[in-house]
């Protein structure tokens, strides 16, 4: 018998929590909830769920706390649903570990999608031989290179170390701050030109002849994506 995937739903709304329990459980998943920060991490503690959906305007603390607290556990994704529309407060849930930020007033049926593609992205992992596949795109780890469409695809040093950070994080929108500190080491303003040079190098590079995928998506003003092609 098969195991039914895990959420676990963080949210004070008691309209919007008992909605979204409903919905996921009808579409197959084992859905745990919970109204306050503290009851959502007793249970996170107590079952492990696969993915949490998080309000951050909780009663008893801030949803940004509870990102802290559990990011360091890597077998969670977080998918923060919040009526906070700032591109402060996106940056900062994303810089922190959340996998995704849809925000309120939502479409169910995104946010099903966006549970799919957390789930399709914990599916996602390097071989025992160290190989990464995302449909066209292969890339040795151990012989530091890169495939496209079964040709050597030749990067510069900084390119391959995004793609490489990409591919680690497939399906997660990495903020630009994300990607400056752990390519180049430091967050300068100036480098945010350079990383955009370097991003439309990359999508050149991956471009598909025929329809519209993109491996690298990007999200103005808050960062960029690898897309996992289906």
């Not at 098969?2 to 963080?10: D, F, G």
């Not at 996998?99 to 025992?128: C, H, M, N, Q, W």
């Not at 040795?140 to 510069?156: Q, R, Y």
């Given at each position: 018998?098969?195991?039914k995937?895990?959420?676990?739903?963080?949210?004070?709304?008691?309209?919007?929590?008992?909605?979204?329990?409903?919905?996921?459980?009808?579409n197959?998943?084992?859905?745990?909830?919970?109204?306050?920060?503290?009851?959502?991490?007793?249970?996170?503690?107590?079952n492990?769920?696969?993915?949490?959906?998080?309000?951050?305007?909780?009663?008893?603390?801030?949803?940004?706390?509870i990102?802290k607290?559990?990011?360091?556990?890597?077998?969670?994704?977080?998918i923060?649903?919040?009526?906070?529309?700032?591109?402060?407060?996106?940056?900062?849930?994303l810089?922190?570990?959340?996998?995704d930020?849809?925000?309120?007033?939502?479409?169910?049926?995104?946010?099903?999608?966006?549970?799919?593609?957390?789930?399709?992205?914990?599916?996602?992992?390097?071989?025992?031989?160290?190989?990464?596949?995302?449909?066209?795109?292969?890339?040795?780890?151990?012989?530091?290179?890169?495939?496209?469409?079964?040709?050597?695809?030749?990067?510069?040093?900084?390119?391959?170390?995004i793609?490489?950070?990409?591919?680690?994080?497939?399906?997660?929108?990495?903020?630009?701050?994300?990607?400056?500190?752990?390519?180049?080491?430091?967050?300068?303003?100036?480098?945010?030109?350079?990383?955009?040079?370097?991003?439309?190098?990359l999508?050149?590079?991956?471009?598909?002849?025929?329809?519209d995928?993109?491996?690298?998506?990007?999200?103005?003003?808050?960062?960029?994506?690898m897309?996992?092609?289906?």
């Amino acid at each position: 018998m098969e195991v039914k995937k895990s959420i676990l739903i963080i949210e004070d709304d008691k309209s919007i929590r008992n909605f979204i329990s409903a919905t996921v459980e009808i579409n197959g998943y084992n859905c745990y909830s919970a109204a306050t920060g503290e009851e959502g991490l007793n249970i996170i503690e107590k079952n492990k769920p696969e993915v949490v959906i998080l309000d951050l305007g909780l009663p008893d603390m801030d949803g940004i706390e509870i990102i802290k607290k559990i990011t360091y556990l890597e077998s969670i994704s977080i998918i923060v649903l919040s009526a906070r529309t700032e591109d402060k407060d996106k940056i900062i849930a994303l810089d922190l570990g959340a996998e995704d930020y849809l925000t309120k007033p939502f479409s169910i049926d995104e946010l099903l999608a966006r549970i799919r593609v957390a789930f399709r992205k914990k599916g996602i992992r390097t071989t025992k031989n160290n190989i990464f596949e995302n449909g066209e795109l292969t890339i040795d780890f151990k012989a530091n290179a890169v495939f496209f469409k079964n040709k050597e695809l030749h990067l510069t040093p900084i390119e391959y170390k995004i793609l490489i950070l990409l591919a680690q994080n497939i399906g997660k929108v990495l903020t630009h701050n994300f990607i400056l500190k752990n390519v180049w080491g430091d967050i300068y303003e100036s480098d945010k030109l350079s990383l955009r040079v370097f991003m439309a190098n990359l999508r050149k590079k991956l471009k598909l002849s025929e329809g519209d995928f993109q491996y690298i998506q990007t999200y103005v003003s808050v960062g960029y994506k690898m897309n996992k092609y289906y």
